[in-house]
């Protein structure tokens, strides 16, 4: 006879060991919060800003909307550039790559203003405020050097007081996965338990083993 799924035995079953449930959905968050803590990488994220502000032209405030934008973009580019990243890796001497370095750097524009935000993260808060820091710097030699542009300045440099906190792994995300997972296996086991139960309770279990209608039964009766 092939065990099919009794969905009113499983929530019947649920309903007596609720509380298997819950001890596994608490073990689940207890090994989520140890195992986060203790063996994934945290990471931090130092941010500074950057100002953007080239000279005004008089005589076409359009021009200097979309001259504006131009630059913006221009920088956005120009951070994670090659020249620039050999600049912060040799001042810094990092072992990373241009291409990992790369990979930890953003580079945000806040709205329609023309401050660039640029973060960067690290696996230490001390280093990632460092290498920010330092690459907001080049960034403004570069403007000077290459464009020969001089009203780009750092703004608001990293400070290590803001990047101390890890924006990564979410703890409160991983604990509240473990609670979901260590729930799910109860019910898994209880279904598991529910398909290899071959025990007959109903007339129905008996009717699809035999294949023979039931005309009676015996009700079962205690002693008293």
């Known amino acids: 006879m092939d065990k099919t799924i009794d ?118 808060p001390e280093q990632a405020v460092l290498v920010v820091n330092t690459l907001s710097e080049i960034l403004q030699q570069e403007a000077k050097a290459m464009m020969d542009e001089k009203n780009v300045r750092v703004l608001s440099p990293a400070e290590l007081e803001n990047s101390k906190a890890p924006v990564s792994p979410n703890l409160k995300m991983s604990i509240a996965l473990g609670f979901v997972a260590g729930m799910g296996l109860a019910i898994a086991i209880f279904v598991v338990i529910e398909l290899t139960n071959t025990k007959l309770r109903t007339h129905e279990d008996v009717e699809a083993l035999v294949d023979i209608p039931i005309l009676g039964s015996i009700e079962r009766r205690r002693l008293s």
């Open 7 to 124: 969905l009113s035995g499983i929530i019947a079953i649920l309903k007596r060991f609720w509380w298997v449930v819950a001890i596994l959905g608490i073990i689940g968050m207890a090994t989520a919060f140890l195992y986060t803590n203790n063996f994934v990488e945290k990471k931090y994220e130092a941010t500074s800003q950057v100002l953007v502000k080239p000279e005004k032209n008089e005589d076409n405030r359009n021009f200097d909307v979309q001259l504006n934008k131009q630059l913006i973009s221009t920088y956005q580019v120009i951070v994670t550039s090659g020249n620039v990243l050999n600049q912060v890796r040799d001042k810094l001497h990092l072992p990373d790559s241009n291409k990992e370095l790369a990979s930890r750097i953003t580079v945000t524009n806040e709205g329609a203003s023309q401050v660039l935000v640029i973060g960067v993260q690290d696996t230490s």
